[in-house]
């Protein structure tokens, strides 16, 4: 199930937004409805890690969280359709999957996210980059360099080419 698409930072001023943001962004990571304490610091770690590259400061940062279940009630919609139709609503400059659970349902793939990490994904034709999700950066701060990594790949991706010629 995909949860309906959430922005993160829905007052942020668009003259304000630092160029090379991209038009918008889609995040899409595992919901921890069901775990509050993990999912008040994770939200705090996601906050800071954005914050971190100014995409506080961006209108059209949304979170698209993947529920399990018993989270369907909250309003969920199938996987398969449902992103397609939040990458035609929102349409992101870039998508950051934050997780196993994101890349599962959103690639269909299994293998462990280091070797998914630095490979290039589309979805819907647009780019797509695999990272750790909050969770898993709290339990192994070790991993957080490559997170950066990722972001700082999903910012690049999400810039403006240069203009062509006339």
């Known amino acids: 199930m995909l949860l309906p698409a959430q922005a ?21 990571a595992e919901s921890l409805q069901t775990h509050a304490r993990l999912a008040e610091q994770g939200a705090r770690l996601l906050d800071n890690m ?9 209108p059209q940062v949304y979170l698209c ?11 969920g919609l199938a996987l398969p359709g449902a ?4 990458l035609q609503q929102l349409r992101p400059a870039v998508v950051l999957l934050m997780g196993r659970a994101a890349v599962r349902h959103c690639l269909g793939r299994t293998e462990p996210l280091g070797q998914l990490r630095g490979q290039p994904f589309a979805l819907a034709g647009v780019p797509a980059v695999v990272t750790y999700d909050a969770p898993l950066l ?7 360099p490559a997170a950066w990594e990722d972001l700082c790949r ?3 991706l999400a810039a403006p080419g240069p203009s062509a010629p006339a």
């Open 8 to 28: 993160l930072y829905p007052d942020a001023d668009p003259a304000q937004t630092p160029p090379g943001l991209g038009t918008a962004w889609l995040l899409v």
């Open 65 to 75: 969280s993947v529920a399990s279940a018993p989270d369907a009630a909250a309003g």
């Open 83 to 86: 992103l397609d139709g939040v």
């Open 50 to 58: 954005l914050r971190a590259l100014g995409l506080h400061r961006h």
């Open 154 to 156: 999903a910012r690049a």
């Open 138 to 144: 709290l339990r192994s701060p070790g991993l957080k």
